[in-house]
């Protein structure tokens, strides 16, 4: 297995993402990583370091895209920046690599997977989809978090679909339980968009509970929350920074006075275990589902834990096959609505005919 790595993505590159992709060689032996950016940089962070030389590579690639650049403007004028280079590798040796992760820019990589991979068939926009971390230890996957701000109904109902696969697939979860991102639980709530994508999830031959309220994201009562990418990407920030602010008002608090950091002592195992449930690093990235090519996208802020993670989530994306899946499911959904077209197309001519007998009648 031969994944392609953006050694110039993030906050904390190329340091930290060499160093993963050492930890990840180290912990899989069939593991063989390619990295991407200034191959001369790259090599000074390799300087005193024991690793294969056999299982690791790399692309010279001179430019590097910012997060503050126009996306699709960065695309077209950095054509040697890391995450291009990547992507096009990834599109020209799909028998090579199977997958592609980065901590850089999300507009970057949405737009050259876009672009320059292309959809799987029947998809009409991928979405990117990240696994949080639950009370009851369980992952529930966000779906859109942010690559389509502006969806309708039926992008919705591929992002459910999609979703469905890769828990089921890739997870393993015989029946993930879907929930819509909503202001209350009773089916009548919420926007035009939610009104109309409710009935729709219903006739899906999907496990769907229902709407959920945002306060619910993390209670282990669902394993798929799907959303538009506006909602998603707000419900997204707003628990994760939610959650950091907690442990920082915990962690001040048992530190305040001397009684209480003696307090803290004996619950300092319990502390641990709290910080560690809720590390939502430890469940990778956010993958982009329905793009042609596995593609991850780590957290820009992550360190060396956190992108080997994100290595071994494309590496169980790689295994499962996900994609021939989903053009399989899609390819399937595709059928059903056009016998569905052609069935409602029959009825209204009946229909027509029964009328004009009625008043030839």
Do not use: W
């Not at 459910?160 to 890739?170: N, R």
């Not at 031959?205 to 909602?231: H, Q, W």
């Not at 957290?299 to 790689?318: D, N, P, R, V, W």
Request: proline fraction near 3%; charged fraction near 25%; glycine fraction near 8%.
């Amino acid at each position: 297995m031969k994944i392609l790595v953006d050694a110039f993505g993030g906050d904390n590159a190329p340091e930290e993402i060499v160093n993963a992709s050492l930890l990840a060689l180290f912990k899989h032996k069939d593991l063989k990583i390619t990295l991407v950016g200034k191959a001369d940089v790259i090599q000074d962070c390799l300087v005193g370091k024991k690793y294969d030389q056999a299982r690791l590579d790399m692309i010279d690639a001179r430019e590097v895209i910012g997060c503050d650049e126009p996306p699709v403007e960065a695309i077209r004028t950095k054509k040697d920046s890391s995450i291009v280079r990547a992507v096009e590798t990834l599109k020209e040796k799909p028998d090579e690599y199977c997958a592609f992760v980065s901590a850089g820019s999300t507009g970057a990589l949405l737009s050259a997977t876009i672009l320059k991979l292309g959809r799987i068939r029947g998809v009409n926009r991928p979405v990117l989809a990240p696994l949080l971390p639950t009370i009851k230890g369980t992952p529930v996957m966000l779906v859109d978090s942010g690559a389509n701000m502006d969806a309708r109904a039926s992008n919705l109902v591929q992002f459910a679909m999609l979703a469905h696969v890769y828990m089921h697939k890739v997870l393993g979860i015989e029946k993930p339980r879907v929930a819509l991102l909503n202001v209350g639980v009773e089916e009548a709530k919420g926007n035009e968009l939610t009104k109309e994508v409710y009935p729709l999830l219903k006739a899906l031959p999907l496990n769907f509970v229902g709407n959920m309220e945002a306060r619910d994201f993390l209670s282990g009562e669902y394993d798929i929350v799907v959303a538009d990418g506006f909602s998603g990407n707000v419900l997204l920030k707003s628990t994760e920074g939610a959650c950091k602010i907690l442990m920082q008002e915990i962690k001040q608090a048992i530190m305040g006075s001397f009684m209480s950091k003696i307090g803290g002592l004996f619950i300092k195992g319990s502390i641990k275990e709290l910080k560690q449930k809720f590390d939502y690093e430890s469940f990778g990235g956010s993958v982009l589902l329905g793009a042609k090519g596995v593609v991850v996208k780590a957290h820009g802020s992550t360190k060396a834990k956190g992108f080997l993670a994100a290595i071994e989530q494309a590496m169980a994306i790689g295994q499962s096959n996900i994609n021939e899946v989903i053009e399989k499911e899609f390819e399937k959904m595709a059928s059903i609505e056009h016998l569905q077209e052609k069935a409602e197309a029959t009825q209204q001519i009946q229909e027509s005919l029964k009328d004009k007998q009625n008043q030839e009648g």
